[in-house]
């Protein structure tokens, strides 16, 4: 099994960055593609970020976040990055973070295997 431990949520200001951290436990960490998922009141979880399996020189981001988050990976922590810049209201929402043995295309369509407890991001003045 694979434990995912979130932090780095909190509140910021609207253009404001945060980055959040999801550490794994366990050996085959760089064997998962990993991920980011959210969550705002009222609606539907939602796919934001996949880096790919090994390197992670494969992602994928919603569109309602390009150019604004950037995700990474460290296998050697065994922990996956999520920065994000220039932050909106709408951007609040409760972050997952999520792992899975397939790859990160699938990840986009919420085929995972392992879920984090999600942590709160809420962006407001």
């Known amino acids: 099994q694979v434990q995912l431990v979130e932090s780095g949520g909190g509140l910021v200001q609207p253009g404001g960055s945060l980055r959040l951290s999801c550490a794994a436990s366990?050996?085959?960490?760089?064997?998962?593609?990993m991920g980011w998922f959210r969550q705002a009141p009222g609606k539907e979880r939602e796919f934001v970020a996949a880096?790919?399996?090994?390197?992670?020189?494969?992602?994928y981001y919603a569109d309602s976040v390009k150019g604004r988050f950037t995700l990474s990976r460290d296998n050697g922590k065994n922990t996956v990055y999520l920065q994000m810049n220039s932050l909106k209201p709408e951007d609040t929402a409760v972050y997952y973070c999520?792992?899975?043995?397939?790859?990160?295309?699938?990840?986009?369509?919420?085929?995972?295997?392992?879920w984090g407890q999600g942590t709160q991001v809420t962006v407001s003045s």
């Open positions: 366990g050996r085959t960490f760089s064997r998962y593609a």
């Open positions: 880096i790919g399996m090994w390197s992670g020189s494969t992602t």
């Open positions: 999520a792992a899975d043995q397939s790859t990160a295309a699938t990840m986009q369509r919420g085929e995972i295997d392992y």
